[in-house]
């Protein structure tokens, strides 16, 4: 391989148009505004969530604007064999995928003693083993083609940083932060891309429905806290735009916001300032968990 290919990769997917683009967790969120601004780009959809209604009216959404869903079916990405029953089906209906985004997730947080096995468990399948099913089940016919693509993992600012409370969602998403930057080296040599996606505040609705084991969210206290996420949250659509402009420019780690961007600048340049600054946001956690204890 020459010196220019070991250190330039040309972007294997500059455009959307007229590619085959799997989303999953396309029924809200993120997920939902990645579908639509894909299909405004011209991108043929393959759309997957766990919530059929919502799917459907997304789908819905979709084709009243012009765009075009090839095939959409609800389902479990932490279930294995539905997965594979599910590539199978995308395989002889609609072909092989140029572009993988992996979406979906769940959230919950609390602190260890107040963390119960089901969280720990949730966090991995759904999170980890969702999109590593997702992989197993439709890179390799990339890789067969041999006409490039790209993947997209979508981890988290629990992905970077060491956020209070975030244990078990971050094992999810440090874990597929790892399994991203392998296979960012591992598929170069088939022209894949592979993007890492780390938002920051999202204002999507797994804010308002994720479980915060240990804390009372309708305490006064806590709801202020939460108001004030609301208030530096970026919009999904801020989010579907980044992740785009990210697989048409090649990009490894995408960011949503400016503060995740400066955090993990500031993590990897300034450890122990950074380190007394995650001390005192876990002591400002553990103050409001004390009204409830």
Same mark, same amino acid.
């Given at each position: 391989?020459?010196?220019?290919?070991?250190? %330039?990769?040309?972007?294997? %997917?500059?455009?959307?148009?007229?590619?085959?683009?799997?989303?999953?967790?396309?029924?809200?969120?993120?997920?939902?505004?990645?579908?639509?601004?894909? /299909?405004?780009?011209?991108?043929?959809? %393959?759309?997957?969530?766990?919530?059929?209604?919502?799917? @459907?009216?997304?789908? #819905?959404?979709?084709?009243? !604007?012009?765009?075009?869903?090839?095939?959409?079916?609800?389902?479990?990405?932490?279930?294995?064999?539905?997965?594979?029953?599910?590539?199978?089906?995308?395989?002889?209906?609609?072909?092989?995928?140029?572009?993988?985004?992996?979406?979906?997730?769940?959230? /919950?947080?609390?602190?260890?003693?107040?963390? *119960?096995?089901?969280?720990?468990?949730?966090?991995?399948?759904?999170?980890?083993?969702?999109?590593?099913?997702?992989?197993?089940?439709?890179?390799?016919?990339?890789?067969?083609?041999?006409?490039?693509?790209?993947?997209?993992?979508?981890?988290?600012? #629990?992905?970077?940083?060491?956020?209070?409370?975030?244990?078990?969602?971050?094992?999810?998403?440090?874990?597929?932060?790892?399994?991203?930057?392998?296979?960012?080296?591992?598929?170069?040599?088939?022209?894949?891309?592979?993007?890492?996606?780390?938002?920051?505040?999202?204002?999507?609705?797994? %804010?308002?429905?994720?479980?915060?084991?240990?804390?009372?969210?309708?305490?006064?206290?806590?709801?202020?806290?939460?108001?004030?996420?609301?208030?530096?949250?970026?919009?999904?659509?801020?989010?579907?735009?980044?992740?785009? !402009?990210?697989?048409?420019?090649?990009?490894?780690?995408?960011?949503? !916001?400016? @503060?995740?961007?400066?955090?993990?600048?500031?993590?990897?340049?300034?450890?122990?300032?950074? *380190?007394?600054?995650?001390?005192?946001?876990?002591?400002?956690?553990? /103050?409001?968990?004390?009204?409830?204890?």
């Amino acid at each position: 391989m020459a010196l220019k290919e070991l250190v %330039v990769m040309k972007p294997p %997917v500059p455009t959307l148009r007229g590619r085959t683009v799997l989303i999953t967790g396309a029924a809200s969120g993120i997920g939902r505004a990645t579908a639509l601004a894909a /299909a405004r780009d011209g991108a043929r959809l %393959v759309l997957t969530d766990l919530r059929a209604a919502d799917l @459907d009216e997304v789908v #819905a959404e979709i084709a009243s !604007s012009g765009g075009t869903v090839a095939l959409h079916r609800a389902g479990d990405v932490s279930d294995y064999d539905w997965v594979v029953s599910f590539a199978r089906e995308v395989d002889e209906q609609v072909g092989t995928m140029d572009v993988v985004m992996n979406v979906a997730g769940i959230s /919950a947080w609390g602190t260890v003693e107040n963390l *119960e096995h089901r969280h720990w468990r949730a966090m991995v399948e759904v999170n980890l083993m969702g999109p590593i099913h997702i992989i197993e089940s439709f890179v390799p016919q990339m890789v067969r083609r041999g006409e490039g693509g790209h993947l997209v993992n979508v981890s988290s600012a #629990a992905g970077l940083l060491a956020l209070p409370w975030h244990a078990a969602y971050s094992a999810s998403k440090f874990g597929i932060r790892g399994v991203s930057e392998v296979l960012r080296m591992d598929l170069r040599r088939h022209n894949i891309g592979v993007s890492v996606v780390c938002p920051g505040g999202v204002a999507t609705p797994l %804010v308002g429905t994720v479980d915060i084991v240990g804390i009372d969210k309708n305490d006064p206290k806590v709801r202020k806290q939460i108001d004030n996420f609301h208030k530096i949250a970026v919009t999904p659509e801020k989010a579907a735009s980044a992740i785009i !402009s990210g697989v048409e420019k090649n990009k490894f780690i995408v960011y949503t !916001s400016f @503060d995740t961007r400066f955090g993990y600048w500031w993590k990897r340049k300034f450890a122990l300032p950074y *380190e007394v600054v995650m001390r005192i946001a876990n002591n400002r956690f553990s /103050a409001l968990a004390r009204p409830r204890a």
